[in-house]
T-cell receptor, first 116, second 109 residues
Framework: KAGVTQTPRYLIKTRGQQVTLSCSPISGHRSVSWYQQTPGQGLQFLFE???????NKGNFPGRFSGRQFSNSRSEMNVSTLELGDSALYLC???????????????FGPGTRLTVL | GIQVEQSPPDLILQEGANSTLRCNFSDSVNNLQWFHQNPWGQLINLFY???GTKQNGRLSATTVATERYSLLYISSSQTTDSGVYFC???????????FGQGTRLTINP
């Protein structure tokens, strides 16, 4: 079974631009979560989607948004990019229903975003 | 919110040595995972272990949920074990993992 995939792997943008990152979960997984990793703040939760609905959102400004499609693929968008948005963006998927091992999260390789 | 603390922050060992990494958390959890982040940034799943003990080859983990800590043991370390190890927890009703700051492990040949 294929793992979580993310595209693109690397991205360079300039301040003020916007960017869209894509994540395809493991087949059969309905929950997709996004995390931001920076040297200063570590790994921080952005948001989680399940069956096309946002179930939880982290403490990030409204410039960060996301969505999930009916095939469970997810995209996140960052508008009006700032230098501080430079980070590794990680996507994770899980079965997402109920409790226990169904909620074990599996991560993709990440998208490394550099904002100049 | 829940706090997750990992220790030590850095660990340098010689190949063949054993190591113990610790994760303390400040509230009851219903999910605890250990990850190894490889040099390219991907988080590799090591254990899903909200309680009890598990073993996988040279790695094992123990979570004592009532005392709010988990331990990751690495025996006979190899240079390929180098990297950052993260503990992450999820509390009841929350749909997110909260990560510790990680332990950077360096295994020298």
């Amino acid at each position: 079974k294929a793992g979580v995939t993310q595209t693109p792997r690397y991205l360079i943008k300039t301040r003020g631009q916007q960017v869209t990152l894509s994540c395809s979960p493991i087949s059969g997984h309905r929950s997709v979560s996004w995390y931001q990793q920076t040297p200063g703040q570590g790994l921080q939760f952005l948001f989680e989607y399940f069956s096309e609905t946002q179930r939880n959102k982290g403490n990030f400004p409204g410039r960060f948004s996301g969505r999930q499609f009916s095939n469970s693929r997810s995209e996140m968008n960052v508008s009006t990019l700032e230098l501080g948005d430079s980070a590794l963006y990680l996507c994770a998927s899980s079965l997402g229903a109920g409790t226990g091992p169904n909620n074990e999260q599996f991560f993709g390789p990440g998208t490394r975003l550099t904002v100049l | 919110g829940i706090q997750v603390e990992q220790s030590p922050p850095d660990l340098i060992l010689q190949e063949g040595a054993n190591s113990t990494l610790r994760c303390n958390f400040s509230d009851s959890v219903n999910n605890l995972q250990w990850f190894h982040q490889n040099p390219w940034g991907q988080l590799i799943n090591l254990f899903y272990i909200p309680s009890g003990t598990k073993q996988n080859g040279r790695l094992s983990a123990t979570t004592v949920a009532t005392e709010r800590y988990s331990l990751l043991y690495i025996s006979s370390s190899q240079t390929t074990d180098s990297g950052v190890y993260f503990c992450a927890v999820r509390i009841q009703g929350a749909q997110k993992l909260v990560f510790g700051q990680g332990t950077r492990l360096t295994i020298n040949p």
